[in-house]
């Protein structure tokens, strides 16, 4: 429930401040010569574009997780984490490892 919040609290602070950077921007180029104002109108920009993404993207994964618990499990197993059954009778007789060659030259 807090990511979920955190998300929505991170879109609708980019949100805002993308739409309030016009009327910064005209106050600030009042007072700042340093340095320049597309410079400092691309450094917002792109922090606004930063939070909506990100809140944008935390609200994904909160939602996409609750809404479809099974589709977990099948990433689990595409990214290569097995079971911890033996997938047959013999590695389980033999306590060899094949995952680890070091165990196996230790039984040797």
């Known amino acids: 429930m807090f990511q979920l919040l955190w998300g929505c609290a ?6 805002a401040f ?4 016009p009327e910064v921007m005209q106050r600030f180029s009042e007072h700042e010569h340093f340095f320049g104002a597309w410079y400092v109108r691309l450094s917002m920009y792109l922090v ?3 939070l909506i993404g990100g809140g944008g993207k935390k ?3 909160v939602l996409g997780r609750s809404s ?5 499990d099948a990433q689990d197993t595409e990214q290569g984490v097995e079971s911890a059954e033996p997938e047959s009778a013999e590695d389980d007789a033999s306590g060899v490892n094949s995952d680890h060659p070091a ?5 040797r």
């Open 10 to 15: 991170l879109l609708l602070m980019g949100l």
């Open 48 to 50: 606004s574009v930063i």
């Open 68 to 72: 479809a618990p099974e589709s977990i």
């Open 59 to 61: 609200i994904y994964n």
């Open 18 to 21: 993308f739409f309030r950077i």
């Open 103 to 107: 165990d196996q030259d230790s039984l």
